[in-house]
């Protein structure tokens, strides 16, 4: 009972703190209010502003001849960001808590899983997710969101995730995704005014329920076949039968496969993630396009990848090679820059892929690479978070390629961090994404491989292109419009600087980053 107690503590600290951020967001308390002064026009001398002339005992007051003086405000000036800045430390506690949690301890029954694997992926979860809402906070007061909700809702997707990679069953699988899900849903459609917010969260719903669908359909036919949902159990029920499933077993795994794969936007199942990225604040887009699949490839990584390897082998090879052809050819045509870098990142998922048609022995490259594609992105979307105006519109982040025309000039820090974010994603040195894609071609080339690596090489030479144009307009191009930039939350800006300096350090360097995840590969 004692060790239950203390194996739950993260969850259950997690779920008070989610609490607790939910009834302040919702009391009357945490919403700003403005009392209204009303003096009579006629008290007013008209000749002398603000003096007050003294009126007849018979003066009628008439509040049509009132004027109104706002007093200051009560309570918080920004709920959402109060709730976020409550957020931060404590992820930054739940990161204590997962990490000196008690090991090899089963949960709920055994559909949940603490080991070595669990906690070290958690853990960076819990880290990554403070970073994010730290980013988050200062772009809430810049596009105007004032939902309580937002943060809430955050929370409980992160939530989610942490329970997915330690989860061991179908069904908890199943539901660590919807719950993500219906976060995610909310999240992106929260700018109700913008149609393009509205068509994003719709786009993301009705296709997260198609994949629901694969996935119920999936794990009811593996139920229906075999009568069994932990994982464990189906991989040393495939190793009774020489792995030769059922049609039932067999068609069940390869549903629950697509369903995964729908949710870390691999091809053909990324036609959602242009329209969704574009269309939510980009502090979600943010965050869908990273912490989703640092759960997810846990999740197949630890549980999923054994039964998806006894029965297809190699099969993932088709899914990685087709999203390397779409995330080198789709952006090409692209001048929305949230648009490029959505369809960009099939491409990197496609790179993502490449371990785990190679064997469990190139997991250690999966986790470099994730590891430099989580900074990666940290980087670039605080940039896109860097206030933006142009003439007749609010401060947003930049939108459109040619809001970076020459940015070298008149910011030479930006044009800096541009171009070490594009030379990563492109896989180029000097900056540490050249390791990342290094790793991976060398366990692609001994598992023989051979086809793979070539597509991989021709989608990066393809995807520099787009990459570069970027530096080129930053470098090159004299400005085409009269917008101008604002000035950078310092949180933002710190982060930046982190992330980029990350990048430069670990290519020189990055022994920890390749014995820790080296360190992680064998938890597995």
Known sequence: MTLDVISWMPEGFFLVTLLGLLCYGITPGATPFKEQLAVPMHLVNPEISGQLSFPEENSSFQNKNALGESLPASGPGHVSALLGAWAIPWCLLGFLLVYYCPLHTLMAGGVFLKDLFSVQLGSVLWIFAAA???????????????????????LLA????????????????????????FAVVVLCSLNYRNAYSIEAGMKYFLLSAFSSCLLLLGIGLIYWDTGLTQCNHLVELLNATNNEPSICLWLGIWLVSLGLLWKLTAAPLHLWVADVYMGA?????????????????????????PLWSATFGSGMTLFSALSLC?????????????????????????????????????FAALWVYLALYL??????????????????????????????SALNQTSPAAGTAWAGVMLSLAGL????????????????????????????????????????????????????????????????????????????????????????????????
């Open 132 to 154: 994010v809402l730290a980013m988050s906070v200062s772009w809430q007061k810049t596009a105007g969101i004032v939902h309580p909700e937002y943060m809430t809702l955050t």
């Open 158 to 181: 992160l939530l989610g995730q942490h329970l997915l990679i330690c989860a061991t069953d179908l069904m908890a699988m199943y539901i660590c995704l919807e719950l993500q899900s």
């Open 326 to 362: 779409v995330g080198a050819l789709a952006p090409l045509a692209q001048t929305q820059l949230k648009r490029l870098l959505a369809l960009s990142s099939v491409g990197h998922m496609g790179f993502m892929l490449m371990p785990l048609s190679a064997g469990n022995e190139a």
């Open 281 to 305: 604040w980009s502090s979600v887009t943010l965050f869908l396009s990273t912490l989703p699949k640092v759960a997810v490839l846990g999740f197949w990584v630890h549980t999923w990848h």
């Open 375 to 404: 900074m990666t992105n940290l980087a670039i979307w605080g940039l896109l978070m860097w206030p933006f105006g142009r003439p007749g519109q609010n401060f947003a982040g930049p939108q459109y390629i040619w809001d970076l």
């Open 429 to 524: 040195p000097p900056v540490a994404g050249f390791l990342g894609k290094l790793g991976l071609f060398w366990w692609a080339l001994n598992s023989q491989l051979y086809i793979l690596v070539g597509v991989a090489l021709v989608a990066t030479l393809l995807s520099t292109i787009y990459y570069l144009k970027i530096l080129k307009v930053a470098y090159v191009d004299m400005p085409g419009n009269w917008g101008s930039y604002g000035k950078i939350p310092s949180v933002n800006a710190y982060l930046i600087s982190i992330s980029w300096g990350l990048l430069v350090l670990l290519l020189w360097h990055g022994t920890p980053l390749i014995l820790s995840s080296h360190l992680l590969a064998l938890a597995c």
